[in-house]
Structure formats: structure tokens, C-alpha cells
């Protein structure tokens, strides 16, 4: 009968069930996140790998491709893990196998692949048609004891066949090769590590159970006395990750210990390894022969060649790629007089030749909980992991040495009587029966003896027997007394441990550490800024309602500049763009902006308040390049003031620096370099007071003390001389006068007197010129 085509009745309802959204996203939500969780993003903590991978280890397991057998292709292993195993695509399964494979980015590699498996500079792989693969010593040593009940199967995901939930895992995969992730709420992060540095932590914790994870890590101090003694060398512990591509890590100790403890922090700072080539004739160039783990060398030199045409990289000429299989990134420096060192902090802090890799060890705890865990967490889970497994392997080769001594014991029966047991087979109907009554046989023993052939009745045989009996008794009962024992059982375990560490040796090549530590050096600022910014002239413009722009190269005649209606010129000055510009406001705030960041020249610039925070209520005092060796002598209209060393104005935010304390409706109105020994202050009212500088205290913020008193109005100009030389003006007619100590001596005062009318001569304007 054929598919009805009729629509179902309607009796008995719609068929539409009413379902609360909330709840129903929720429960939906929650399984979503946590298939994710478990099945997808977080690496169990015994054996360090995701389903996928796992999936493929145990899929080429099947295919029987070890290390010391044939290649087969990797579409055979690809579909056999998507066909039986894995219900994904098969772009996602190749990809995670060639990952497995590739050197630079798996600090142990689990497939030995044939073929092209892509390169650091981020080519992809061949088509899974084209390569071969198989797999290596360490995949192995992960899968070593599955056979004998070391760990328990599941079912497949359609029930047709069973794969692990956890591999025997006798090597120290997690940290070993790392892992990252992304699932639903929670992320993973986890550096490679070197093997025999894990094991040596690994047998110091089997030891000293209560060790701290300091305990379980070596200091650059202790490196330093024991790196020259072969033997004391074995048992280097944990010094930090040790990243498949080398590099160095900068950071400093008590942060790198700090993070294992606690298994989550910003991350480690990896920087490219660097060398200087002698080039001859006092010429040099830099050569990187190491790039920071997960960093694609392409990219890198593109970036380099990039800022070198943006002319962010001032003392570099040009970047050459001239790797082979090796990496070999040349730096060719602007000239010879370019300190190396200051070159390459330029580019650590501009391209990817220093990078960050979190730390978030975020794992499946016993395979079911989630749960960031410290570098003593995931080495105590992987040795109990390793405990189980040695537990059950050995009770599983106690099921299987019982069974044989049961079947060896029937054998022995067999040919003590063996004339009696031809005779009971050629004339019984049901010799098994009869055998078991005569001898107390059981089924197995029985069964055991019927099936035997008849060359093994000579008397060679009944030695072997004998001997293989003994063997297996006196193997019974080391497994016994291994069960019975936890002090056995771990030293079983350390035995097994000593091995993978002699195995991959710091002496051995695949064992020897390839990321070393340093300390990033400390360069000066100035040179700093210097070297990340192309030294040019330029001419720096302030309008009156504050406007900023920079004109290349240095300019004396401005008459020509245009402004915005309303607006002029309120102050220029000549700079480098390798300054610092410090600009003043009346409400007493320092700004500092990179003179390299200032709009150029066309057009009316921007205004201030684009570049920093500044308030709406607040005008332009002055504006001026940074000199670190000045002091500043700044003054406010009531006539209070005090003198600021200029390293302290500095700001490094937007929002500034506070340095005067002012209140409505009193405000900042000068700032002067401080020179000579004398101060000259005219106010409004035209009285003119002269003190000694001495009597100007120095503060790094506050209101400062009075320096002239005023009934009305407040300070008109202000100027600082050595006593020595003059007091000089500039009238109107640009005629200096200079009037000498003598001269000067009715308005020479103490601070905040009022002074007296200013000489005769002097500017109608109240200002010094």
C-alpha cells in the first residue's frame, strides 16, 4: 500500500503543543552550550585532546597505521573518523589532523605526515586526496594500553560501534602540546610546554605530594647552577612554555609563577629571536631566524613593509625574506650609527615580532567538569588518570593470566593421564562430560583439551607447559601485590614517567627546549619615541580659538595663512615631530600631544578639543616643545604663582594633568621658563615689582603664594632676568632699554608688595615686548 496523500483528521486536536519560551530556551540553550563545552572546545585534562582528535587517533588505530607501519591517505582516515565516528564535515576533521601534523604549530606532533601539510607562513595544506599520514611515537604512547581495558568505551553516535571516552594518555599531552578554544560562556588557553620538564615536575609531585607550584617550576637562578651538569640538567622542572617555533618569553618570574597558580592570566610576551650579522666595513644587519609561535611569517614581513612605506619605522631601510626551510628575515638599518636594540623594541611594539598568548587553563576535570585548574592541578589529574589506568590494565592482564593458568592446569591434567584421555575420546559418547566427573574439569579445561592438537602430545610440549605455569604464577603474584599496594602502584608509575622523560630528553632533539627567557630591556623614552617616529621639521600653529595644525618644515613669514572667519594667529613655534608638545590652559592643565599626531598643514587644522579632553570653558595659555632640563614659572591673572619642574606637567592621557589650582573667576594666564635670578611683574594698574626668584617656591601642583598685590585688576606681564645683565623691554618702536641694578633698585622689593609705577620709558601696552 502506497503513502496516503489524505491529510490527517482533525479529531483529537492540532497537534500543537503550548510551550513556555523561557523554559524552552533555556533547556535548549543549556544543551547547546553544553555540547559545546564537552564535545567541541575544552581538551579533557588526562589525555589533553578534544573529541576530534581523539576520534582520529583511535580511527587510525583501527587502520593499524603505526609509527613503524605504512602510510595511507589521509581521505581513508578522514572518511573512516566522519563515517564511524565523527558526524561532522570532513574539511573540519582534515583540518584538525593536518594541525596535528604540522611542526610549527604542535610542539609533539601525533600524525607523521607525508606530503604538503602547509608551511609557517600560513599556505594551507594539499587536498586530504594528495597527503599521506600515519602516527608518531608520542600518538603511541597516548593510545598504549587501550587494547586491555586501560579506559572505557561508549557507543558510537549511531550505536553501531564503540570508541573511548578518554585515552591511556602515558604522555603529558595537555600541556605538553597545548590546546585553545572557544565554547559557549568559557574559553581555553593553554601554552606548549617541553615533555621532559612536565615529567621531571610530574615524578617531583609523586614524591612530595604536598609540593606548592612554585615547588614544581625551576627559577632562572637555579637554571643558571645546574644547565652545565648533564645529570642535574634531567631533572630540570617547569621553567615556563616552550613554544614549537622557539622565540623568547620576556616576562618576569614572579608573574610566570603567579600564573601557573592560579592557571589564568594576560599572558605570556613572546618575542622573535634576533641576531646581528657583521656585514663588513662596520656594517650590520639584523637577522630573525625565530617568529613567535602562531605567527604567520608572510603577514609579519607584509606588516614590516607596510609601516616602512607609512614611514612609522624611522630607523629601518629595508626588510628581505630569505627563508628557506629555515626562517631568515633580514633588517637592513638606515645607517650604521642605529642601535640594534632600539631598532628592534620599535618593531616589538609595532608588529608581530612580540605578541601576548593568554594563559587560561581552563579543562574538563575528570573528563566532566570544567574547571580551571593550576599547573599542580593538571599534573595531579594526569598522574591519578595514569594510576586508574595502570589499575585497570592490570586487572585485566589478571583476568587473562587466570584464565590461561586455568586452561595450562587442564592441559598438565591431560598429560599426566594421557593414555586414559585417548581412550575416553575414541570410545565415550560425550568424552567432555565424562573427563570433567573423572578429573573435576571444569567447561573451560575441558573444552580446552578436546580442541588440542595431537602434536602437541610430545613430551617437549609438557616442559613448555610446566615452565609458561610457573612463569604466569609467579607473574600473578606481582600484579597481586602490585593491586594491593599504592606505594607500588606509584612506583610503577614513576618507572613509566622516568621513561617518557628519558624518551624525550632535553638532550634529544625533538626534547631539547627551543623557547629561552629573558628580560625585556629597558630604553629610554625619548630614544624610544625617536626611533618610531621619521624626524622632519615642522612649524606648529595656534589660533586663537584654538586651533592646531603643523606646517612642514620650519616657516618665519605666516602672513600668508589663512584662518577661519573670526579667528588669527594666536602663537607658532618650530618643532621636530619627534617632540613633545605641551600645551597650557587657564584652568591650570597641562596637555601633552605627540608633535607627530598635530593635523598638517592644509586647511585650518583641528581643534584642540578633537585631540585632547579639554573643557569647553577653558582657552589656550600658551603652547610650547617639551624640554625635560626647564623649570616653568606659572601664574595666575590674581597674581598667585610658584615654579614646576617641566618633567612634571608631563600628561599621558587625554584628560591631562592638573598642575594649578584655580577657582572661578580667577585663571592661569602665563607660563614662562624660568631664567636668571630676578623676577620683573607689572600689573594692570601699571605698578612694576622686582624680587628675587629665590623667593618663588617650587611645587609639582597647588595654588602657589602670591607674588604682587593688586586692589583692582590683576597681572598685566611678567619676566624673569639675571640682575647681573639688566632688566631689558622693546617699546613700540622696537628700541630696547636696559636699566642696571642701581636703576632698579626703588622697585626691587619683597614678594607680594604692590611695587610702584613702572620707569619712564617704559611700554604703554604694560608689557615687556
Known amino acids: 500500500m502506497g503513502k496516503s496523500l489524505v491529510p490527517p483528521s482533525s479529531e483529537g486536536g492540532d497537534h500543537i503543543e503550548p510551550v513556555d519560551l523561557k523554559k524552552a530556551l533555556e533547556e535548549r540553550y543549556l544543551a547547546y552550550a553544553l555540547s559545546t563545552i564537552m564535545h567541541r572546545a575544552l581538551p579533557d585534562v588526562r589525555d589533553g585532546l578534544k573529541p576530534v582528535h581523539r576520534r582520529i587517533m583511535h580511527a587510525m588505530r583501527l587502520l593499524r597505521l603505526n609509527p613503524d607501519q605504512g602510510f595511507a591517505k589521509c581521505a581513508r582516515i578522514v572518511g573512516d573518523v566522519m563515517g564511524k565516528f565523527h558526524p561532522h564535515g570532513d574539511q573540519s576533521i582534515y583540518d584538525a589532523l593536518v594541525r596535528l601534523a604540522q611542526d610549527f604549530s604542535v610542539r609533539y606532533p601525533l600524525v607523521d605526515g607525508q606530503g604538503n601539510f602547509g608551511n609557517v607562513d600560513g599556505d594551507n595544506a594539499a587536498a586530504m586526496r594528495y597527503t599521506e599520514a600515519r602516527m ?130 594576560s599572558g605570556f610576551r613572546i618575542r622573535a629571536h634576533w641576531e646581528q650579522e657583521d656585514q663588513g666595513r662596520g656594517t650590520w644587519n639584523i637577522v630573525v631566524t625565530e617568529v613567535p609561535y602562531g605567527v604567520q611569517k608572510s603577514k609579519l614581513i607584509e606588516k614590516i613593509a607596510e609601516l616602512l612605506l607609512a614611514r612609522k619605522l624611522p630607523l629601518l631601510e629595508d626588510v628581505r625574506d630569505e627563508s628557506a626551510e629555515d626562517i631568515r628575515v633580514v633588517l637592513v638599518p638606515k645607517s650604521r650609527s642605529v642601535d640594534p636594540a632600539i631598532l628592534m623594541e620599535s618593531l616589538f611594539k609595532l608588529t608581530e615580532l612580540e605578541v601576548r598568548f593568554p594563559l587560561n587553563m581552563n579543562v574538563l576535570s575528570r573528563g566532566k567538569v570544567p574547571n580551571v585548574l593550576s599547573l599542580k592541578g593538571v599534573l595531579r589529574e594526569w598522574l591519578d588518570h595514569r594510576r586508574e589506568v595502570l589499575v585497570r590494565r592490570s586487572r585485566h592482564r589478571l583476568a587473562e593470566i587466570e584464565r590461561r593458568l586455568e586452561i595450562l592446569a587442564g592441559y598438565l591434567i591431560a598429560y599426566l593421564n594421557i593414555d586414559e584421555v585417548i581412550r575416553i575420546i575414541r570410545e565415550e559418547d560425550e568424552p567432555k562430560k565424562v573427563m570433567m566427573a573423572r578429573w573435576s574439569l571444569t567447561d573451560v579445561q575441558a573444552e580446552a583439551i578436546l580442541n588440542m592438537r595431537l602434536r602437541a602430545l610430545r613430551k617437549l610440549e609438557e616442559i613448555e ?34 621513561n617518557t622523560r628519558k624518551r624525550f630528553g632535553l638532550d634529544t632533539d625533538i626534547g631539547r627546549r627551543r623557547t629561552d627567557f629573558s628580560a625585556a630591556p629597558e630604553h629610554d623614552h625619548v630614544d624610544m619615541h625617536h626611533a618610531m617616529v621619521e624626524k622632519e621639521p615642522i612649524t606648529v600653529v595656534v589660533s586663537e580659538k584654538g586651533w592646531l595644525r603643523a606646517l612642514k618644515g620650519h616657516i618665519n613669514d605666516l602672513s600668508l595663512l589663512s584662518f577661519k572667519e573670526g579667528d588669527g594667529l594666536k602663537l607658532s613655534f618650530h618643532a621636530q615631530t619627534t617632540d613633545k608638545i605641551l600645551v597650557f590652559t587657564t584652568g591650570g592643565k597641562f596637555y601633552t600631544i605627540g608633535a607627530d599626531r598635530l593635523p598638517g598643514g592644509r586647511g585650518h587644522g583641528e581643534p584642540i578639543r578633537i585631540i585632547v579632553d579639554m573643557e569647553n570653558d577653558q582657552d589656550i595659555v600658551t603652547a610650547f616643545v617639551h624640554d625635560t632640563k626647564r623649570r616653568l614659572l606659572l601664574v ?49 594698574n601699571r605698578k612694576m615689582l622686582v624680587f628675587a626668584l629665590s623667593e618663588i617656591p617650587e611645587m609639582t601642583r597647588g595654588k602657589g603664594v602670591r607674588l604682587q598685590k593688586y586692589k583692582d585688576g590683576g597681572v598685566n606681564d611678567l619676566k624673569t632676568f639675571a640682575m647681573e645683565e639688566g632688566l631689558s623691554w622693546q617699546d613700540s618702536a622696537e628700541r630696547v632699554f636696559v636699566r642696571k641694578r642701581e636703576e632698579l633698585a626703588e622697585w626691587v622689593g619683597n614678594r607680594a608688595a604692590t611695587g610702584r609705577m613702572v620707569p619712564k620709558g617704559f611700554p604703554r601696552t604694560g608689557k615687556f615686548g
Open 136 to 265: 608518531t611515537d608520542v600518538a603511541a604512547l597516548l593510545l598504549e594500553g587501550i587494547t586491555e581495558d586501560a579506559v572505557d568505551f561508549r557507543p558510537t553516535y549511531n550505536e553501531e560501534d564503540e570508541e573511548p571516552v578518554v585515552l591511556p594518555g602515558a604522555f603529558p599531552n595537555l600541556l605538553a602540546n597545548g590546546s585553545s578554544g572557544i565554547a559557549v560562556g568559557m574559553a581555553t588557553s593553554i601554552p606548549p610546554h617541553n615533555a621532559a620538564e612536565l615529567c621531571s615536575a610530574a615524578l617531583y609531585l609523586i614524591d612530595h605530594p604536598e609540593a606548592t607550584v612554585g615547588d614544581l617550576m625551576t627559577s632562572p637562578d637555579q637554571w643558571e647552577q645546574i644547565r652545565n651538569d648533564p645529570a642535574k640538567r634531567l631533572e630540570c622542572k617547569v621553567r615556563g612554555p616552550d613554544f614549537p617555533t622557539g622565540g623568547a618569553v620576556v616576562d618576569d618570574w614572579k608573574s610566570i609563577v603567579a600564573s601557573y597558580e592560579s592557571g589564568r592570566s
Open 465 to 498: 607447559i610446566r615452565t609458561e605455569f610457573d612463569g604466569l604464577s609467579e607473574e600473578k603474584k606481582q600484579i597481586e601485590a602490585l593491586l594491593g599496594s599504592e606505594a607500588k602502584q606509584w612506583a610503577a608509575i614513576r618507572w613509566e614517567v622516568s
Open 636 to 684: 595666575s591673572r590674581d597674581g598667585y604663582g610658584f615654579t614646576v619642574p617641566e618633567s612634571e606637567v608631563v600628561a599621558n592621557t587625554r584628560k591631562g594633568k592638573q598642575v594649578m589650582n584655580v577657582k572661578t573667576p580667577d585663571e592661569a594666564v602665563r607660563c614662562i621658563p624660568v631664567s636668571g635670578d630676578h623676577l620683573a611683574i607689572v600689573g594692570e
